[in-house]
């Protein structure tokens, strides 16, 4: 299995320590890491075995081998890997969610950390994950629904005009409440969530092109089979 470190959390400390914010962001970071936490034993539990570990700003982010054989078990319009996958993207904000429960119901505090904060951010985390977003946990839930129900190529159109439309809402929302909260924590949430619509929408055009690549070919064939 493969570690990885990215870099750019450097920077984001540095963000954060120059405006005294990097207890906070600590916390959240703990609280990002058993939410990834949560992904990957599920994952194990479904049988995947893990690919790759890394340390984001943002978290960590862990990838498995898919097991091939699940291609083979059909369900309606997709297989049984579509269904694992939203098994394993909704288990990191549930851990969320029974960490914010747990801790909110014996009040439990880490450190200097009180019990409202802990609660908070597990929460903030949690519904973070959801926003329906591609690759956040939200997308790929979605992304994963459609697959099954619709097929694969809907799943990725459906899912890249969803991230796209919410993406340009949260930016609306998130410029007001800068405005008027002055804090550089959504501004870089806001910068965050940008780069990886844009990273997915170049990915997206990519999968289309080849798709209409193969459909040329298919009519093509199709054309030369007639004659």
Not at 106 to 118: D, M
Not at 159 to 171: E, G, W
């Amino acid at each position: 299995m493969q570690i990885k470190f990215d870099l750019k959390i450097f920077i984001v400390v540095l963000i954060f320590l120059l405006t005294r914010q990097l207890e906070i962001y600590c916390v959240i970071m703990l609280f990002a890491i058993l939410h990834e936490m949560g992904h990957l034993i599920t994952g194990v539990m479904l049988g995947f075995k893990p690919r790759k570990l890394e340390l984001l700003p943002v978290g960590v982010s862990a990838c498995f081998y898919m097991n091939l054989k699940n291609y083979n078990e059909k369900l309606e319009c997709a297989n049984m890997v579509a269904l694992k996958k939203i098994i394993i993207s909704i288990s990191g904000p549930i851990t969320n969610f029974v960490i914010a429960l747990v801790c909110g119901f014996f009040q439990i505090s880490i450190l200097n950390i009180s019990t409202e904060f802990i609660v908070f951010s597990n929460l903030l985390i949690g519904f973070f994950n959801l926003i329906p977003i591609y690759p956040l946990d939200g997308g790929r839930i979605i992304k994963g629904i459609l697959h099954i129900k619709q097929g694969l190529k809907t799943s990725y159109h459906y899912t890249y005009i969803l991230s796209n439309v919410t993406i340009i809402f949260i930016t609306i929302v998130s410029s007001i409440a800068i405005l008027y909260l002055k804090n550089i924590s959504i501004l870089l949430i806001l910068i965050y969530l940008w780069v990886m619509v844009i990273i997915e929408n170049k990915k997206y055009n990519s999968k289309m092109n080849i798709y209409r690549l193969i459909e040329n070919i298919d009519s093509k064939d199709k054309c030369t089979s007639e004659v």
